[in-house]
């Protein structure tokens, strides 16, 4: 009938059970955390190059120098007064 039988003695014992994980250092701690971080940064990273091939540097030149050309040779000449 304590102080753990109030509303925050349940929130102290999840509190003190993080701490425990993340002040520990046993292997398996350690390893959960690196896992769990790697997964927070991973996932975006991965949505985000998922449907994109990566092009050399030479593929964009030419892909730009396609562009500039067909943007050149379309664009009407400029009329001289």
């Given at each position: 009938?304590?102080?753990?039988?109030?509303?925050?003695?349940?929130?102290?014992?999840?509190?003190?059970?993080?701490?425990?994980?993340?002040?520990?250092?046993?292997?398996?701690?350690?390893?959960?955390?690196?896992?769990?971080?790697?997964?927070?940064f991973?996932?975006?990273?991965?949505?985000?190059?998922?449907?994109?091939?990566?092009?050399?540097?030479?593929?964009?030149?030419?892909?730009?120098?396609?562009?500039?050309n067909?943007?050149?040779?379309?664009?009407?000449s400029?009329?001289?007064?």
């Open positions: 009938m304590g102080s753990e039988s109030s509303n925050g003695g349940s929130v102290g014992g999840f509190r003190s059970r993080i701490e425990h994980y993340l002040y520990s250092g046993e292997k398996k701690h350690v390893f959960a955390g690196i896992a769990i971080i790697g997964i927070i991973g996932a975006p990273w991965f949505l985000m190059n998922k449907g994109s091939k990566h092009q050399s540097h030479q593929d964009y030149m030419e892909k730009a120098d396609k562009a500039r067909e943007r050149l040779s379309s664009s009407p400029p009329s001289v007064k």
